[in-house]
């Protein structure tokens, strides 16, 4: 396969992106066996995502809730909080909590920070791989890096067909044969080529299922021009825009009404398009934009433990803005949570999960070897004239 696996300038982050990705298909399996006292796992039924935010906000009170994350498997609810009016800053970016208890189980590091406490490594590995642990910079640079290796995907497919060869009887599948091939027996210039070539095929439309959902993820708005050329899409609730300033002086909802409201309008939408409600998973503030997110598990999330059904609705009036459907509703919605699904490994249960941990390894893989095939290509065409060699085993 061809750059940017191959141009160091990109390699590098797919070397982090793949071995982080590698760990973060067990991330909550890892993060039990690392600190099993922060991630207790499932042992009862979870409390109110109201409940949680106001506990929380007891135990820190210069800081308020803004987002309740009621932690799925991991059995600890995360509480995101934020600096009250006038406060100084907290120095951490969320409490932990027993989903089911509401015991502190301590503070959660902003976004990036380096761990200082074995609980915080997984969530530090997370972060590493989707932002670089730099934030709103990392993530876009990740992006553009995303949106590169799309490209490549199908520019390096184009390189590896056979070419037209006058005369050759053979015929075009026996001649591109070889591309899939490793070759055990040759230098290890050619056992490296053919390692980055093959290694690319046989697995390239899975590398191009992570290549482009993680467009999606860090470079959201060329994802959504894109689709909606396509299909129906709808942009996910992060990317919609501000509701207009507003001219009274209401206040935002409270956190129980935010809960109730939330409630009302999932199990309204629930009735009227026929799908049901298995468990809540969040309830998100977004002040900036003036709107709630409530979102649940439903029948219609992909995979075994998705929880991406929401309704996103005004944060002082409580009036609906939109309902977000993984499955079933709009065609774009579907295809793209797929695609989110296979790259969180949501999905085909523990032999998905195995697949995926290797895949993150074989794209480190496919990085170094492309590295070293572009290392040895510049040093050679860099040579003198009269010294200047081929690479050993260039097609």
Request: glycine share 10%; net charge neutral; aromatic share 14%.
């Given at each position: 396969m061809a750059p940017p696996l191959g141009r160091p300038r990109h390699g590098g982050f797919l070397i982090l992106v793949g071995l982080t990705g590698a760990l973060l298909a067990f991330y909550g399996e890892l993060?039990?066996?690392?600190?099993?006292?922060?991630?207790?796992?499932?042992?009862?039924?979870?409390?109110?995502?109201?409940?949680?935010?106001?506990?929380?906000?007891?135990?820190?009170?210069?800081?308020?809730?803004?987002?309740?994350?009621?932690?799925?498997?991991?059995?600890?609810?995360?509480?995101?909080?934020?600096?009250?009016?006038?406060?100084?800053?907290?120095?951490?970016?969320?409490?932990?909590?027993?989903?089911?208890?509401?015991?502190?189980?301590?503070?959660?590091?902003?976004?990036?920070?380096?761990?200082?406490?074995?609980?915080?490594?997984?969530?530090?590995?997370?972060?590493?791989?989707?932002?670089?642990?730099?934030?709103?910079?990392?993530?876009?640079?990740?992006?553009?890096?995303?949106?590169?290796?799309?490209?490549?995907?199908?520019?390096?497919?184009?390189?590896?067909?056979?070419?037209?060869?006058?005369?050759?009887?053979?015929?075009?599948?026996?001649?591109?044969?070889?591309?899939?091939?490793?070759?055990?027996?040759?230098?290890?210039?050619?056992?490296?080529?053919?390692?980055?070539?093959?290694?690319?095929?046989?697995?390239?439309?899975?590398?191009?299922?992570?290549?482009?959902?993680?467009?999606?993820?860090?470079?959201?708005?060329?994802?959504?021009?894109?689709?909606?050329?396509?299909?129906?899409?709808?942009?996910p609730p992060w990317e919609w825009p501000a509701q207009p300033p507003r001219t009274d002086a209401r206040k935002m909802l409270e956190w129980e009404e935010a809960q109730a409201v939330g409630q009302r309008l999932m199990a309204d939408e629930a009735r009227e398009r026929g799908f049901s409600i298995e468990r809540a998973d969040a309830l998100y503030y977004k002040p900036a934009k003036g709107l709630i997110q409530y979102r649940v598990r439903s029948s219609r999330d992909i995979g075994e433990r998705t929880a991406t059904t929401s309704v996103l609705f005004d944060a002082y009036t409580g009036e609906l803005v939109t309902l977000s459907l993984p499955s079933g509703l709009r065609s774009g919605d579907t295809v793209t949570n797929w695609l989110t699904a296979l790259h969180m490994a949501r999905v085909f249960g523990l032999p998905y999960r195995i697949f995926v941990c290797i895949l993150g390894l074989v794209i480190a893989m496919l990085s170094v070897t492309g590295v070293y095939i572009w290392w040895k290509k510049r040093a050679a065409k860099s040579a003198p004239s009269g010294r200047r060699k081929p690479c050993p085993g260039k097609p």
């Open positions: 993060s039990h066996w690392i600190a099993p006292e922060a991630y207790p796992g499932p042992h009862g039924e979870t409390l109110p995502p109201a409940a949680l935010a106001r506990h929380a906000e007891s135990l820190v009170p210069q800081g308020r809730a803004v987002a309740v994350y009621l932690g799925g498997e991991s059995g600890a609810a995360r509480v995101t909080m934020q600096a009250a009016t006038g406060a100084e800053p907290l120095g951490f970016g969320a409490v932990t909590l027993d989903a089911v208890t509401g015991e502190d189980l301590g503070r959660r590091g902003s976004p990036g920070a380096l761990p200082s406490r074995a609980a915080d490594i997984m969530p530090f590995v997370y972060s590493l791989h989707y932002q670089l642990a730099t934030g709103s910079t990392g993530a876009w640079i990740l992006g553009i890096v995303a949106l590169l290796w799309t490209i490549d995907c199908f520019v390096a497919f184009y390189l590896t067909l056979p070419r037209a060869s006058p005369g050759n009887s053979r015929s075009y599948l026996t001649r591109w044969k070889p591309a899939f091939l490793v070759k055990l027996s040759g230098s290890f210039y050619r056992i490296n080529f053919d390692l980055h070539r093959a290694g690319g095929l046989w697995l390239w439309a899975m590398l191009l299922v992570f290549a482009w959902s993680s467009v999606f993820f860090n470079l959201n708005s060329v994802y959504a021009g894109v689709t909606k050329l396509v299909f129906d899409y709808s942009p």
